[in-house]
């Protein structure tokens, strides 16, 4: 009796497992992981899957080199690096518009009047797939380069983490600020 109990509970239980897999290439359906696949799964039921076409954006970038004036380069080597100097200023573009730019500032002031005002930009960002659109020679041996790069338009929601999605989480300022006083109030 103990026998056919156990083999009667590991039928069903191997049954009912039998559809959970971990993969869906095996029953024929496309990965939700993908990024042109979202998921909505309400509780309590099956998962329904919506498949929406990725949006592409063409994001371009427009670089400027100049020619050194050092002496010891032939003009071939000052030509190469001018315009190697403007395909990296491009990359920056590309880079700014793709990630941002954190500015770092400082002003000092004397009897309210400024002395120093200093900037610093910086950017840390990985670009890839970006192509090379045009090199131009331009005026007094600079040079322009022109990039661009597609770009889903979902990269630009799931790269910036100021994004809200939905209206009740965007604060007003009074709501932040506990101590902060109406512009009014003055």
């Known amino acids: 009796?103990?026998?056919s109990?156990?083999?009667?509970?590991g039928i069903l239980v191997?049954?009912?497992?039998?559809?959970?897999?971990t993969t869906s290439?095996?029953?024929?359906k496309p990965d939700p992981s993908a990024s042109n696949v979202q998921v909505s799964t309400p509780v309590?039921?099956?998962?329904?899957?919506?498949?929406?076409?990725?949006e592409r954006v063409k994001i371009t970038g427009?670089?400027?080199?100049?020619?050194?004036?050092?002496?010891?380069?032939?003009?071939?080597?000052?030509?190469?690096?001018a315009i190697r100097a403007s395909k990296l200023d491009a990359y920056r573009a590309l880079a700014e518009q793709l990630y941002g730019i954190k500015i770092d500032s400082n002003t000092s002031i004397s009897t309210l009047t400024a002395k120093n005002d200093s900037f610093r930009a910086r950017v840390n960002a990985v670009v890839r797939g970006a192509r090379?659109?045009?090199?131009?020679?331009?005026?007094?041996?600079n040079y322009e380069t022109v990039l661009e790069?597609?770009?889903?338009?979902?990269?630009?929601?799931?790269?910036?983490?100021?994004?809200?999605?939905?209206?009740?989480?965007?604060?007003?300022?009074s709501e932040v600020c506990v101590t902060c006083y109406e512009a009014g109030a003055y």
């Open 149 to 173: 790069v597609y770009v889903d338009k979902r990269f630009f929601e799931d790269t910036f983490i100021y994004r809200s999605d939905s209206a009740a989480d965007v604060k007003t300022p």
């Open 14 to 21: 191997s049954a009912s497992l039998a559809g959970c897999s």
């Open 132 to 141: 090379v659109v045009s090199v131009t020679p331009m005026a007094d041996n």
């Open 62 to 81: 427009i670089g400027y080199g100049a020619e050194s004036t050092f002496s010891a380069y032939t003009p071939g080597q000052r030509r190469l690096m």
């Open 44 to 54: 309590g039921t099956k998962a329904a899957v919506v498949y929406r076409k990725p």
């Open 5 to 9: 109990t156990f083999a009667l509970a």
């Open 25 to 28: 290439q095996v029953s024929g």
């Open 1 to 3: 009796m103990k026998k």
